[in-house]
């Protein structure tokens, strides 16, 4: 069992910046890849970035590249979520998450996730 709490999540005017921080806890031993999510209403959710935790290894949506930079803290558990230029579009609620094996395919714990409005 992995448990998530994220926060860092406000309210900013469009071209400002957020950052975004995700601390895990319990069973961090098996976490393999750490990831954002973001679901704006009336919207299915998205996958925003991750990163593979021992290798670094990161990766980003088309949407958010060259804005977006996650990063993480291994000593720490957490992981963090950069957000410059931000864009009306961006406003979303984000949530943590975490794929426990390079074998599974899915994310399997997720926190309760931090709300990002960003506005005109």
């Known amino acids: 069992q992995v448990q998530l709490v994220e926060s860092g999540g406000g309210l900013v005017q469009a071209g400002g910046s957020l950052r975004l921080s995700c601390a895990a806890s319990g069973r961090t031993f098996s976490i393999y890849t750490m990831g954002w999510f973001r679901q704006a209403p009336g919207k299915e959710r998205e996958f925003v970035a991750s990163i593979v935790w021992n290798g670094g290894s990161t990766y980003y949506a088309d949407s958010v590249k060259g804005r977006f930079t996650i990063s993480r803290d291994n000593a720490k558990s957490t992981v963090y979520l950069q957000m410059n230029s931000l864009k009306p579009e961006d406003t979303a609620v984000y949530y943590c998450?975490?794929?426990?094996?390079?074998?599974?395919?899915?994310?399997?714990?997720w926190g309760q996730g931090t709300q990002v409005t960003v506005s005109s």
């Open positions: 998450a975490v794929r426990p094996s390079g074998f599974s395919a899915s994310y399997e714990y």
